[in-house]
Structure formats: structure tokens, C-alpha cells
């Protein structure tokens, strides 16, 4: 069965998309049919597996994007499967145990689509909000609901920094929610404020959806669960193996506080070389490396489940 996962933290430049590149490509190389979804604008999954040259040339009007703007207002749009790409330089490494890591790219102009998207919405206190909400918030869910006869194991959605219309639309399409986070002085205030927003987030959307006249939606359908923090860009050294220990000490207080992956990825070097080669981290030379990203693909796949 599909499931779909989202990587969300409003605050930038936490790892989100050196994550969502890592664990896809790791998913794939276990064997399973992974779909990258790119929704930033800046694209720069997308960048993590294309060159710009190959992006124009080999992608073009298929971004997701293009496939909003096909969309218009009809429900579900068009089929989804007709804007994914199969990027070549991760293929080596992912199709021995018969896996597959596919993308749907990003472009700039997402920028305007989800401009459009937010006067589509409108005010939340006008009149009609409800059905609005329901064919804008809810058209990526309704695209993705049609790609689940196309076999695919994972879905894998890398959000902008924020929690605008684009990022809400992957939250209730999504079967459950990756907080990667740096563990940094105030990282629990912004999980905090981040898991706050995402179960009020949850209510409303159930308020608004749940009670349709036909009764079709279950709570449990529209509200994705929390899979738990991730600790990127960890630094190490201070004396001992693993974390320093000042970072140790904001992982412990976090621990506490919220549910937390075990396993975390390192502040290294060759995530940002892994992108100028096109080839995500986890398949470069540094085996620490790829223990880390094996350890959480262990616990992302036993938490989001079957
Ligand atoms: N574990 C890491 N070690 C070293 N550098 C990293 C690591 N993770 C990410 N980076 C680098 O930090 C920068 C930001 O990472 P990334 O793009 O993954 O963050 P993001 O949360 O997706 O950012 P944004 O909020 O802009 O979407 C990139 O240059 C990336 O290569
Ligand atoms: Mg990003």
C-alpha cells in the first residue's frame, strides 16, 4: 500500500530536503518504488537529481507546477503519473533489489501557482470557505489518491519552510508528518510551536472536511500522524564519539519533550558534495554516513507502518 510522508519545519535550512533525497534514495535502494514530490519553488530536490540543463530538456511542463496549473479548478486534475521522472545517475544504485526512485520536479513558477491558489482560497470567514477548502487544500490529495494503482511504496513530500497553502495541502494528503530539526539553543520552543500549529492544523481541517454531508471522511484519513523529530546536521567531536555536548543536551531536552527518531544525520560535508554529484549522500563513500541514513529508514519504515 502507498504511503505518503511529508517533511515539514517552517524554519529554513534545517535538512529538509537533504533528508527527504536521503531517505527516498535509501528506500530505493531496500528495494522499494519511491515518488519524491518536490513543492518548494527553489526545487531544490529537484537540483539534488537534476542538472538545470537537464531539468529544462528532460522535464519542462511537467513539474508540479504545470501539473496545478492543468489542473485549473476540476477536482483532481490530470493524472499525476504523467509529470513524474526517473533521474538516471541513482539509478545504478537503485534498481538491483528491483527499486525505483521517481520524482515529481519542482519549478519557480510554483511561486504563482501557490499565489493563486491562496486568492482561490480566499478568507476563511467569507462564505463558501468550506467547499474551498476542500477543492484547493484538498487537490494534491485528491492527485495522489489516483497514483495509488501505480505501485508505488512511499510517497515522499519536501515542503518549503513555511506553513502556507502548498505545505497544508501535503499535511492532509500525507499518512504521516517528519520533523527534521537542528539541535540548536531554542530548538524545543520551534517544535513546539511547529507541533502546536500541526494539530491545530488537524482540527480545523477535520471541522471543515470531517463533516461532509455524504460522511465520507474519517478523522483518521485526514489527520497524518506525527512520525517524530529528526535530528539533522548534528555536529560531532567535543572530546568523545557522537554528539557535542552541547548539542547532546538540547537532543536529551527535545527527547523529552516530543517523539524523537533514534537514529539522526551528522552536519557532514559530503551531503552538499552528494548534491553536486547528483548522487544523495547515502550512496557516497562515507559508510558512518550510510549507517545513519540505514538506521532511519529502519525507523521511518516501522513507524509510518505497513
Ligand atoms: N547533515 C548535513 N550536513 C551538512 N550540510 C547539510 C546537512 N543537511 C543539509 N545540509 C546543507 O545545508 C543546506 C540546507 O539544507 P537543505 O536544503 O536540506 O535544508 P532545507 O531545510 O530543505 O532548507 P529550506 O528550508 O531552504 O528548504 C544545504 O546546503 C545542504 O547541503
Ligand atoms: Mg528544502
Known amino acids: ?14 535538512g529538509k530536503t537533504t533528508l527527504t533525497a536521503n531517505v ?4 530505493a535502494r531496500r528495494g522499494r518504488r519511491v515518488l519524491l514530490l518536490d513543492l518548494d519553488f527553489q ?16 522535464i519542462d511542463r511537467r513539474t508540479v507546477a504545470d501539473w496545478y496549473m492543468a489542473a485549473g479548478r476540476r477536482g483532481a486534475g490530470p493524472d499525476l ?23 515529481v520536479a519542482s519549478a519557480p513558477k510554483l511561486e504563482g501557482v501557490a499565489a493563486r491558489l491562496g486568492v482561490e482560497l480566499g ?8 467547499d474551498r477548502h476542500r477543492r484547493v487544500v484538498m487537490r494534491l490529495a485528491d492527485g495522489l489518491r489516483l497514483l495509488r494503482r501505480e505501485g508505488f511504496d512511499y510517497v515522499l513530500i519536501d515542503c518549503r519552510p513555511d506553513f502556507e497553502i502548498l505545505t497544508r495541502s501535503a499535511i492532509v494528503a500525507s499518512e504521516g508528518v517528519l520533523v527534521p530539526a537542528q539541535p ?18 488537524k482540527k480545523n481541517n477535520f471541522e471543515i472536511l470531517g463533516w461532509s454531508p455524504s460522511g465520507e471522511n474519517r478523522v483518521e484519513d485526514l489527520a497524518p500522524a506525527f512520525l517524530g523529530v529528526v535530528f539533522t546536521r548534528v555536529r560531532h567531536g567535543g572530546g568523545g564519539p557522537g554528539p557535542t555536548p552541547s548539542s547532546q543536551r538540547v537532543i536529551d531536552e527535545v527527547r523529552r519533550l516530543f517523539p ?19 548522487l544523495p549522500a547515502v550512496f557516497g563513500l562515507r559508510p558512518d554516513i550510510a549507517t545513519e541514513i540505514r538506521a532511519l ?3 521511518f519504515e516501522s513507524r509510518i507502518g505497513p
Do not use: C
Open 43 to 58: 526545487a531544490s530536490l529537484t537540483h539534488s537529481f537534476y542538472r538545470p540543463a537537464d531539468v529544462e530538456r528532460q
Open 123 to 130: 478568507d476563511p470567514s467569507s462564505r463558501r470557505y468550506q
Open 260 to 278: 524523537t527518531f533514534t537514529a539522526m544525520m551528522r552536519e557532514s560535508l559530503d551531503f552538499q558534495t552528494g548534491v553536486d554529484r547528483l
Open 184 to 201: 540548536e539553543r531554542l530548538a524545543t520552543f520551534g517544535i513546539r510551536h511547529l507541533t502546536e500549529r500541526l494539530t491545530d492544523f
Open 24 to 27: 527516498g534514495a535509501e528506500l
Open 1 to 14: 500500500m502507498m504511503q505518503v510522508a511529508t517533511v515539514v519545519n517552517s524554519k529554513g535550512g534545517v
Open 297 to 299: 529508514v529502519d525507523e
Open 81 to 103: 503519473m504523467r509529470y513524474v521522472s526517473w533521474p538516471q545517475e541513482v539509478r545504478a544504485h537503485t534498481r538491483r533489489n528491483g527499486g525505483e526512485l521517481a520524482i
